[in-house]
């Protein structure tokens, strides 16, 4: 019989505490019931605890076990936030050495839709759910979702209305009236929004929220009529970053007006850049109550 050490066990050469140590990229199949639909997704999951100072490394096979015991026994779950939350569960219960876990699903999440001539199409997002559990403590659950879109600079459109005004005298007015040329950019949103005790987060809201900001999604079938539908649209509204982060903040807090002031919201918004070698972002970490507070004293 082999004697096995635990290794993992032993004492560090150098006592000091880690915050997280975990795997990532483990990749499962997870059947999702919402309502009466059910979404079968390719799941990717990150986990991780803390680790005290007296112990030389974590058990991550007892951290795959905690995943498998979940969802191998599960036919479908609620939704990926609820499963990232019986994991960390799980995983406390196995390592009794940590206090905290946290764990995090995302998944690429497909959706059919029709263009406005009535052409049928399938629209890439990408949605998270996230848990964050503290032993003897209510645990944060966390819904995500990741919307590409368009921007178009508000900055060079008023300067290209200037120089068009100059080589066009007289035409001020109308150029007032009317978009002018400027740089297009990709943009891209990460929403994501806590999800307070007996309350619940649809993430087809979330991107229902960034899309209304956006003017809509990017999607590969675009028909002439409907690249110039998106192009004029984008040119009729220029945004900033920092546009696209506040009004999503704003509109965030009219959807989830029930919720708590003290409901956590991240709002990110990059935008890859055509006119530079370097690309732009904004980000928003706040709260629903902060928010509110600021449009309260606008």
């Given at each position: 019989?082999?004697?096995?050490?635990?290794v993992q066990?032993?004492?560090?050469?150098?006592?000091?505490?880690?915050?997280?140590?975990?795997?990532?990229?483990?990749?499962?199949p997870?059947?999702?019931?919402?309502?009466d639909?059910?979404?079968?997704?390719?799941?990717?999951?990150?986990?991780?605890?803390?680790?005290?100072?007296?112990?030389?490394?974590?058990?991550f096979s007892r951290?795959?076990?905690?995943?498998?015991?979940?969802?191998?026994?599960?036919k479908?779950?609620p939704?990926?936030e609820d499963?990232s939350?019986?994991?960390?569960?799980?995983?406390?219960?196995?390592?009794e050495?940590?206090?905290?876990c946290?764990?995090?699903i995302?998944?690429?999440?497909?959706?059919?839709?029709?263009?406005?001539?009535?052409?049928?199409?399938?629209?890439?997002?990408?949605i998270?759910?996230?848990?964050l559990?503290?032993?003897?403590?209510p645990?944060?659950k966390?819904?995500?979702?990741?919307?590409?879109g368009?921007?178009?600079?508000?900055?060079?459109?008023?300067?290209?209305?200037?120089l068009?005004?100059?080589?066009?005298?007289?035409?001020?007015?109308?150029?007032?009236?009317?978009?002018?040329?400027t740089?297009?950019?990709?943009?891209?949103?990460?929403?994501?929004m806590?999800?307070?005790?007996?309350?619940?987060?649809?993430?087809d809201?979330?991107i229902?929220?960034?899309?209304?900001?956006?003017?809509?999604?990017?999607y590969?079938?675009?028909?002439?009529?409907?690249?110039?539908?998106?192009?004029?649209?984008?040119h009729?509204?220029?945004?900033?970053?920092?546009?696209?982060?506040?009004?999503i903040?704003?509109?965030s807090a009219?959807?989830y007006?029930?919720?708590?002031?003290d409901?956590?919201?991240?709002?990110?918004s990059?935008?890859?850049?055509?006119?530079h070698?370097?690309?732009?972002?904004?980000r928003?970490?706040?709260?629903?109550?902060?928010i509110r507070?600021?449009?309260?004293?606008?």
């Open positions: 019989m082999i004697d096995l050490v635990d066990a032993g004492k560090p050469s150098i006592s000091i505490p880690i915050a997280q140590v975990g795997v990532s990229g483990i990749r499962y997870v059947r999702v019931k919402r309502g639909r059910e979404i079968d997704l390719l799941t990717e999951i990150d986990i991780s605890v803390d680790l005290p100072a007296t112990r030389k490394g974590a058990d951290k795959i076990e905690a995943i498998n015991e979940i969802i191998l026994n599960r479908v779950v939704s990926i499963l939350q019986e994991i960390a569960r799980k995983t406390l219960e196995k390592l050495y940590s206090d905290g946290v764990v995090k995302s998944a690429d999440y497909l959706v059919e839709r029709k263009t406005k001539r009535g052409s049928p199409i399938v629209v890439p997002y990408k998270k759910g996230e848990t559990l503290i032993r003897g403590k645990s944060h966390f819904v995500g979702v990741v919307v590409q368009m921007n178009a600079c508000p900055c060079a459109m008023e300067t290209t209305r200037s068009i005004s100059s080589d066009f005298p007289g035409n001020e007015d109308l150029l007032s009236r009317i978009p002018s040329i740089h297009n950019q990709r943009n891209t949103v990460i929403l994501t806590q999800v307070p005790h007996e309350k619940s987060v649809e993430a809201d979330l229902e929220i960034c899309e209304k900001t956006l003017g809509g999604s990017l590969s079938l675009l028909k002439r009529i409907d690249e110039g539908e998106l192009v004029y649209n984008a009729k509204n220029p945004k900033f970053v920092e546009d696209i982060v506040r009004e903040a704003a509109e009219k959807k007006s029930a919720f708590p002031d409901t956590k919201i991240s709002i990110e990059r935008s890859d850049e055509s006119i070698p370097h690309n732009a972002f904004a928003i970490d706040s709260t629903l109550g902060s507070k600021s449009i309260a004293s606008s």
